[in-house]
């Protein structure tokens, strides 16, 4: 198990919350479907970082935190690359950016391009895109469709099966909110 400096951890996520939450609320961001400031999902998204860190041998904590904290920067608010650079290092703007779809490209291949350069960084990042699954894979917002809510659930089984080998805690909870996912993926005939 790797030896945490608590004090150093807290200093990090502090300066990764900080940064996201007001960029994020620059945008006036709230999570898809609820009143909720984006922030709570990338703490959410950190918590499960935080537990998976605790059931992995192996595990840069204080790296996937601010990870964590950071995925969705470059995707959602004005961020750059250049910034995420200057503020947090360029190891930890290149995986935020491994995290962020490329909208220069057709969006149904955007979660492959995604996932196929976060396998070609360590697997912290693998471990934060799971993660964030995880956390994404709640009570579907009301105005999606359907097909929106069965495919995102394709998705996130993309996602598993992609990330394998990357950090088995996550995946086994991945899994297990896919497969609770599935009751918002059938039609009930009345």
């Known amino acids: 198990m790797e ?4 004090s150093e951890l807290q200093t990090k996520y502090q300066k990764a919350i900080k940064f996201a939450a007001k960029k994020h609320s620059d945008k006036n961001q709230l999570i898809p479907g609820t009143n909720l400031p ?3 999902h990338l703490s959410n998204v ?15 904590t204080e790296f996937a935190i601010q ?3 950071l995925h969705d920067i470059l995707e959602d608010t004005e961020t750059t ?9 360029e190891e930890i703007a290149k995986a935020v950016l491994s995290l962020t779809k490329n909208s220069n490209i057709p969006k ?14 360590q ?17 579907p917002p009301k105005h999606w469709s359907f097909e929106k809510i069965t495919e995102y659930q394709k998705q996130a089984i993309l996602i598993h099966n992609s990330l394998k080998g990357g950090n088995e805690y996550l995946e086994n909870r991945l899994w297990e909110k896919i497969l609770d996912y599935l009751k918002y993926c059938v039609i009930v005939k009345e």
């Open 3 to 6: 030896k945490i400096n608590m």
């Open 46 to 60: 950190a918590m499960e970082i935080i537990i998976a860190s605790q059931k992995t041998q192996i595990f840069n």
């Open 123 to 139: 697997n912290e990042v693998w471990a934060v895109k799971l993660a964030d699954r995880i956390t994404n894979l709640q009570v």
């Open 67 to 69: 990870v964590a904290l």
């Open 81 to 89: 690359f250049d910034e995420l650079v200057n503020e947090f290092g």
């Open 38 to 40: 984006y922030v709570v």
């Open 108 to 121: 149904e291949q955007r979660m492959d391009d995604s996932l196929n350069r976060i396998t070609k960084l």
